[in-house]
């Protein structure tokens, strides 16, 4: 069975960080694979009306 490690955030917009942050999981954790959730809206940040 394959694990999958699940790394939540909102990614506004994705950057190196993010994906060293994702590669350091994979490689110390015994998970085969990290998938990005994408929350539409941070809580921590003013909600934009459009």
Not at 19 to 40: G, K, R, Y
Request: hydrophobic letters at 50%.
């Amino acid at each position: 069975m394959m694990k999958i490690g699940l790394y939540f955030g909102s990614f506004n917009p994705i950057h190196l960080g993010h994906v060293m942050i994702a590669n350091h999981i994979v490689e110390f954790l015994d998970i085969d694979s990290i998938w990005f959730v994408v929350s539409p809206q941070n809580p921590l940040k003013k909600k934009r009306i459009f």
